[in-house]
Nanobody, 121 residues
Framework: QVELVESGGGLVQPGGSLRLSCAAS????????MSWYRQAPGKQRELVAR???????NYVDSVKGRTTISRDNAKNTIFLQMNSLKPEDTAVYYC???????????????WGQGTQVTVSS
């Protein structure tokens, strides 16, 4: 079983910064692409950024230039550095990973429980 735990959310003023972390733990054999999604009230969950095991990254257009995703493979952890935050960034941010558990035969997708980010003055 693989567990994802996010941290780093909170309340920040417009123009401020936050750094989210997501640590994967459990019986992990290998982890592939890890991602951050977000879901604002009344909206569908959307992909914010993703990073492959080799480091290739992708971002949704709305966060390009002010957000950086990174990963520490040794610690099975990813980060999301968000700068110049806007009220429209307010959402619950979820970590997502494609992983192979020890003894498992299939790569599965896992979700974290989410962390709230609120951008407001």
């Amino acid at each position: 079983q693989v567990e994802l735990v996010e941290s780093g959310g909170g309340l920040v003023q417009p123009g401020g910064s936050l750094r989210l972390s997501c640590a994967a733990s459990g019986s992990i054999s290998s982890i592939g692409t890890m991602s951050w999604y977000r879901q604002a009230p009344g909206k569908q969950r959307e992909l914010v950024a993703r990073i492959a095991s080799g480091g290739t990254t992708n971002y949704v257009d709305s966060v390009k230039g002010r957000t950086t995703i990174s990963r520490d493979n040794a610690k099975n952890t990813i980060f999301l550095q968000m700068n110049s935050l806007k009220p429209e960034d307010t959402a619950v941010y979820y970590c997502h990973a494609n992983a192979l558990a020890v003894g498992g035969s299939r790569w599965l997708y896992y979700w974290g429980q989410g962390t709230q980010v609120t951008v407001s003055s």
